[in-house]
């Protein structure tokens, strides 16, 4: 099979759905943020913190997480730091982010959830002002109890024109999407889309349960789904999307190597899947790199890296209107490379 080139892939045009703000925090910046604002890290230097990233599996990656995260103090922290991964993404073939941000996180240090929403909002204005497409969705933090969930979301609703969607992360076993069960409900009734991370470490019933119980539309992660095939069926005929982190999925030890990783299988089976970065500054790369990774390990062909582009659109909460441009800058895109896939 012909070696599908690393500017293709780098380039495509492409969504990403699956990316928390928070984990494109580089160890440069964090340092630097520190430094600006006069707080004392647990690691020594940037190396020392890189040397830390040597995942055993979600929580030690999530300790880690939190604690870099602590250096986001004003809405000039969030600016830079969404501006900083702006300009990645667009280098990458990003057209379109809808973007997570973890409000717990932040509030629970004292910042303002206006603080939080400003910030990360200002650091998209230049790039949307060239027409860059993006939107937020805020997640309630599943390691804290419902309780919690519904005062952050009454803490979100006065800035209810800043977010489109609500999401739902962090420690994935041993707390089931149904925890939140009302707060979801109650995230539906205000319009809002929803999403969750399910089947990342998981078993297959928690994908069930963020479908059934929580109403949500797209799963993030979702890869243990496959163990499932009456669920596999489901999620094809229905057309489920599912936010897939290849990258992430092997430092986290979900699969020991991106070789073993199941997307491939998951096109094939007809599932709307998509590639994301999930926390680049953490797992070795953004979207680019991670496409670029699993065409040369899972053997990708262009019809198949064409899919997962034109799946990513298929999966964005936009308009029809919003969803013809960014497929069309897509055909365009083939057009130039010279490429016959259907789009």
Same mark, same amino acid.
């Given at each position: 099979?012909?070696?599908?080139?690393?500017?293709?892939l780098?380039?495509?045009?492409k969504?990403?759905?699956?990316?928390?703000?928070?984990?494109?925090?580089?160890?440069?910046?964090?340092?630097?943020?520190?430094?600006?604002?006069?707080i004392?890290?647990?690691?020594?230097?940037?190396?020392?913190l890189?040397?830390?990233?040597?995942?055993?599996?979600?929580?030690?990656?999530?300790?880690?997480?939190?604690?870099?995260?602590?250096v986001l103090?004003?809405?000039?922290?969030?600016?830079?730091?969404?501006?900083?991964?702006?300009?990645r993404?667009r280098?990458?073939?990003v057209i379109?982010?809808?973007?997570?941000?973890d409000?717990?996180t932040?509030t629970?240090?004292?910042?303002?959830?206006?603080?939080?929403?400003?910030?990360?909002?200002?650091?998209?204005?230049?790039?949307r002002?060239?027409?860059f497409?993006?939107?937020?969705?805020?997640?309630?933090l599943?390691?804290l109890?419902?309780?919690?969930?519904?005062?952050?979301?009454a803490?979100l609703m006065?800035?209810?024109?800043?977010?489109?969607?609500?999401?739902?992360?962090?420690s994935?076993?041993?707390?089931?999407?149904?925890?939140?069960?009302r707060?979801?409900?109650?995230?539906?009734?205000?319009?809002?889309?929803?999403?969750?991370?399910?089947g990342?470490?998981?078993?297959?019933?928690?994908?069930?349960e963020?479908?059934d119980?929580?109403?949500?539309?797209?799963?993030?992660?979702?890869? %243990? +789904?496959?163990?499932d095939?009456? =669920?596999? /069926?489901? #999620?094809?005929?229905? &057309? *489920?999307?599912?936010? @897939?982190?290849?990258?992430?999925?092997?430092?986290?030890?979900?699969?020991?190597?991106?070789s073993?990783?199941p997307?491939?299988?998951?096109?094939?089976?007809?599932?709307?899947a998509?590639i994301?970065s999930d926390?680049?500054?953490?797992?070795g790369?953004?979207?680019?790199?991670n496409?670029?990774g699993?065409a040369?390990?899972?053997?990708?062909?262009?019809?198949?890296?064409v899919?997962?582009?034109?799946?990513?659109?298929?999966a964005?909460?936009?308009?029809?209107?919003? %969803? +013809?441009?960014?497929?069309?800058? =897509?055909? /365009?895109? #083939?057009a130039?490379? &010279? *490429?016959d896939?259907? @789009?």
């Amino acid at each position: 099979m012909a070696t599908i080139s690393h500017d293709f892939l780098t380039r495509i045009p492409k969504a990403e759905l699956h990316v928390h703000i928070e984990g494109t925090l580089e160890p440069e910046t964090i340092f630097r943020l520190a430094a600006r604002n006069g707080i004392a890290l647990p690691w020594g230097s940037v190396d020392e913190l890189r040397a830390a990233y040597a995942f055993r599996d979600l929580q030690s990656f999530l300790d880690i997480y939190y604690a870099g995260a602590g250096v986001l103090q004003t809405a000039d922290d969030f600016r830079d730091m969404t501006a900083a991964y702006v300009a990645r993404a667009r280098a990458e073939g990003v057209i379109r982010a809808e973007i997570f941000f973890d409000p717990q996180t932040h509030t629970a240090r004292g910042i303002a959830m206006a603080t939080v929403i400003e910030g990360i909002e200002a650091g998209l204005s230049a790039a949307r002002a060239e027409g860059f497409s993006a939107d937020l969705i805020p997640c309630f933090l599943r390691h804290l109890d419902e309780d919690d969930a519904f005062a952050t979301f009454a803490a979100l609703m006065p800035h209810r024109d800043r977010f489109i969607g609500v999401g739902l992360d962090s420690s994935e076993v041993g707390h089931p999407p149904a925890k939140f069960a009302r707060v979801f409900a109650a995230a539906r009734a205000a319009g809002l889309h929803v999403v969750a991370h399910a089947g990342e470490e998981g078993p297959p019933a928690y994908v069930r349960e963020a479908l059934d119980v929580l109403g949500a539309e797209r799963i993030d992660h979702g890869v %243990r +789904a496959l163990e499932d095939q009456a =669920l596999v /069926a489901r #999620l094809a005929a229905e &057309r *489920v999307p599912l936010t @897939v982190c290849p990258f992430s999925n092997v430092r986290l030890r979900v699969f020991e190597r991106l070789s073993d990783h199941p997307l491939k299988r998951m096109l094939d089976a007809g599932l709307v899947a998509t590639i994301n970065s999930d926390d680049p500054a953490y797992f070795g790369g953004h979207v680019g790199a991670n496409f670029i990774g699993c065409a040369e390990a899972l053997d990708l062909d262009v019809g198949d890296v064409v899919r997962l582009a034109r799946n990513s659109f298929e999966a964005a909460f936009v308009g029809p209107e919003e %969803r +013809a441009r960014l497929l069309g800058r =897509l055909s /365009a895109f #083939l057009a130039e490379a &010279r *490429v016959d896939a259907e @789009v």
